[in-house]
């Protein structure tokens, strides 16, 4: 009988498993697909020498993760590659910003855009070489983190503390008015969408400005040959420490007696774990489904209810006979590329949240090949592209020959397609006429790859400041524990949320080996219902 078992073989079910075996437990990792990695994964549908990452391709927060680099994963095969600039924005008079890891070229593209904007970008950058480790650190450990928020408070001072919060919570547009009038906030802008902030939302200047952050000081890295090698790494460093992972198996119950997580029922019979049951599965698929709402709280249910999930994703992948002809060439430099302009943010963010299909999507664009020369032939570049929508749609403002209904079969997807290779194309005229092959996924197609990418939510749960910290998953349910004792909540579901950071897998593992603090925390969560 394992120690423990983990439901999931994503990049969380993995950290949690590694760090559990190096404290001397025996693990159990139980995959339902018949590949481990989740949204950490390649493939190879672009055809004979082209790489394409499925979901998740960029990786500054794992590049930053003190919990990812203390499992020094490079003894394990994995090599992290950059783009020789890191973040492209395009900007509608053919030029662009450029953010590359070099503070003193990102400044000065940004003076030559706007006089300036150079010294409020080195403030930023100054503000982050204060306190962005202790930040980092704050948001990564499991709510309350006391010691980093000592460490700020020790650093700032209670007024600079107050200050700092202000800033944290201000919306990006206002972030632009009070320090980057000109197009360097953009790049904030573009980042905090990537956590579905739009440019009015509260603390969406606090996401925008970390990943911005990281994007200056370590870059957004990607590893050479594909995401699968972070995966493979993770998975050959478990299996070194005598763990196991066991492919092609589904999970269909937690076994529950007297209030604690035995073991978990699959189609080839049951697995008992003498320590815990971790669970890498976002939330709303853990209560109800995998434990019954007979064994939870009922205001859990409730809570379940008000889950509030991410937006969609639809993302297209192309395999290029030559690099994107952009208009702007600096952008040809760029890991990663935004297209859309602070007003089209916000309009765009207005269709998602009414329902609507943006009639001018923000697209996020990676030139894989720019990032890793591996991922494709000499002379040719390996793209992909990706866009929200609506989880539910009720229009179609942007609707031409083919409505988008939300059905997303062939003929939605191809339309979406279309509409993203339009948009390139505005800012790269004679795009598709570099196109090989594509490949679309759409809401349904990254729901069947990964489960937790219910309806093509891609974050476990909106990025939304009433979904963070004290409010994730729920009010009241916001640690690793679980009102299960020995069940713990290890997927992006929990706090911190998405990213592939591996925290809310070292958080779950993190509960389970400290068994004298579970009772406890399990009778709180019980008496709530």
């Not at 972070?230 to 070194?240: E, I, M, N, P």
């Not at 297209?339 to 001018?360: F, H, I, K, S």
């Not at 090949?369 to 793209?383: F, I, K, M, Q, V």
């Amino acid at each position: 009988m394992p120690d423990a078992v983990v439901i999931g073989a994503g990049h969380n079910g993995l950290v949690a498993a590694n760090l559990l075996a190096d404290a001397g437990w025996s693990v159990v990792v139980l995959e339902e697909q018949d590949h481990p990695g989740g949204a950490v994964t390649s493939a190879d549908y672009l055809g004979e020498g082209f790489t394409a990452d499925v979901c998740s391709a960029f990786y500054p927060l794992t590049a930053a993760s003190p919990l990812i680099r203390s499992l020094q994963l490079e003894r394990f095969g994995l090599r992290w590659r950059h783009a020789p600039a890191v973040l492209g924005h395009a900007l509608p008079d053919g030029r662009c910003v450029l953010l590359t890891r070099d503070l003193d070229e990102t400044a000065d593209g940004l003076d030559a855009l706007h006089p300036g904007d150079g010294d409020a970008w080195r403030r930023l950058v100054g503000l982050w070489d204060r306190v962005g480790d202790d930040v980092v650190d704050a948001l990564l450990r499991p709510f309350p983190p006391v010691r980093p928020a000592t460490r700020l408070l020790r650093e700032l001072g209670p007024q600079g503390m107050l200050h700092f919060a202000r800033f944290g919570l201000l919306p990006v547009r206002r972030l632009c008015e009070e320090e980057l009038p000109g197009p360097g906030g953009l790049l904030v802008a573009g980042c905090a969408l990537h956590a579905d902030l739009a440019p009015e939302s509260t603390a969406g200047t606090l996401f925008g400005w970390l990943l911005t952050m990281l994007a200056q000081r370590v870059g957004f890295p990607v590893p050479e040959g594909g995401a699968q090698q972070l995966t493979d790494a993770l998975v050959a460093r478990l299996r070194a420490a005598g763990g196991t992972v066991t492919c092609s198996t589904p999970v269909r119950e937690v076994l529950v007696r007297n209030g604690r997580a035995v073991g978990v029922r699959t189609d080839e019979g049951e697995v008992d774990a003498a320590k815990a049951v971790l669970a890498d599965v976002v939330a709303p698929q853990l209560y109800g489904e995998l434990v019954p709402w007979t064994e939870l709280p009922e205001e859990l249910h409730d809570d379940m209810r008000r889950f509030h999930w991410d937006y969609a994703t639809v993302k297209v992948d192309w395999a290029l006979d030559r690099p994107v002809p952009w208009t702007a060439s600096d952008l040809s430099r760029a890991g990663t590329v935004h297209l859309g302009d602070l007003d089209e943010m916000t309009r765009y963010a207005a269709d998602l949240a009414t329902g609507r299909v943006p009639a001018v999507p923000f697209v996020l664009v990676g030139q894989m090949t720019t990032a890793d020369p591996t991922r494709s032939p000499a002379g040719t570049e390996a793209l992909w592209a990706y866009t929200h929508v609506p989880r539910e749609v009720r229009g179609d403002p942007g609707a031409r020959d083919v409505t988008i209904t939300g059905a997303w079969d062939a003929r939605e997807l191809d339309e979406m397609a279309d509409r993203l290779e339009q948009r390139i194309e505005t800012f790269a005229p004679g795009f598709r006429a570099t196109i090989r092959r594509r490949h679309v996924l759409g809401p349904p197609q990254l729901a069947a790859h990964d489960r937790n990418l219910v309806g093509g939510a891609i974050n476990g749960g909106t990025t939304q400041l009433h979904q963070q910290l004290v409010f994730r998953p729920t009010p009241g349910f916001m640690t690793a524990a679980t009102p299960i004792d020995s069940l713990f909540l290890a997927s992006s579901s929990a706090h911190p949320g998405g990213g592939v950071h591996g925290a809310c897998g070292a958080n779950a593992a993190h509960a389970a080996l400290r068994p004298l603090r579970r009772g406890p925390v399990r009778n709180l969560l019980r008496r709530r219902g």
